[in-house]
């Protein structure tokens, strides 16, 4: 009996953590659903898993200055993970924001970018925009009574470790409530 037990808990678990594939991105919100979601050169990525540890958020923003990052993590294909990062410097409600400038290091305060991650522990491939590799977010909603942060987005970025390659992001969106 006790073997039975310890099979089962055992099947419950491999099954529990099974990669969820998506099917469909997110609507296009303004609730702060909690919710973020892109085509990465063409396939559905959304956050997903947990964080680092079983308490840490997949997805969050938090004001930075006088701007906003919003971290999207997936860890549901372990070992490999990946991140999305959005720093938009200058934030001043909603608008158009180009993801054009070219960082000398990551992460970086000097200018608005899209940085996306693929690691195990440390990163395999890293892809970031610059002034030739760009990109747009357009907030529709940034209500910082009720800490709302929604939009769309869209770059393309190259890889800055090893064989430098072109990533495609679109129809990404995201609405967000800000942690701080």
């Not at 308490?55 to 549901?76: H, K, M, Q, V």
């Not at 290091?105 to 990163?123: I, M, Q, W």
């Amino acid at each position: 009996m006790k073997n039975f037990i310890y099979t089962l808990a055992v099947l419950f678990l491999l099954t529990a953590s099974c990669k969820k594939n998506l099917t469909d991105l997110p609507p296009a919100t303004q609730t702060g659903a909690n919710t973020f979601g892109a085509r990465v050169d063409g396939n559905i990525w959304g956050p997903a898993g947990f964080g680092i540890v079983p308490t840490a958020p997949t997805l969050e923003a938090r004001y930075y200055g006088n701007g906003i990052i919003i971290n999207a993590r997936n860890f549901s294909s372990s070992p490999t993970e990946s991140e999305f990062e959005i720093y938009i410097k200058n934030l001043d409600g909603p608008g158009v924001y180009p993801l054009n400038f070219d960082t000398q290091t990551y992460p970086s305060e000097s200018g608005s970018y899209a940085y996306y991650v693929l690691r195990k522990l440390t990163p395999i491939n890293e892809w970031i925009t610059s002034s030739q590799y760009t990109g747009s977010v357009n907030i529709s909603l940034n209500d910082t009574t009720n800490k709302i942060i929604s939009g769309t987005f869209q770059f393309d970025a190259m890889n800055l470790i090893g064989t430098p390659e072109l990533l495609h992001v679109t129809d990404g969106r995201f609405d967000v409530k800000v942690q701080y």
